[in-house]
């Protein structure tokens, strides 16, 4: 949703600032999704790593 919003508003500026010379390319949005896909899924692994690893006192200790 992001992706399209993105271009969408791209393709405004484009419009408006340099009388539509805008040009769609499907690889930047593709490689944006997959890194965040990526990220998300390395920053969750070390998160539920270092929990696994915790003793529960430690986890709900306040």
Not at 26 to 40: A, E, R, V, Y
């Amino acid at each position: 949703m992001g992706a399209i919003i993105s271009l969408a508003v791209s393709f405004g500026i484009s419009s408006v600032l340099f009388e539509g010379v805008w040009a769609f390319d499907i690889t930047t949005p593709i490689i944006t999704i997959l890194g965040c896909i990526f990220l998300t899924l390395i920053i969750t692994n070390l998160a539920i790593t270092k929990a696994l690893n915790t003793q529960t006192r430690e986890l709900f200790h306040s």
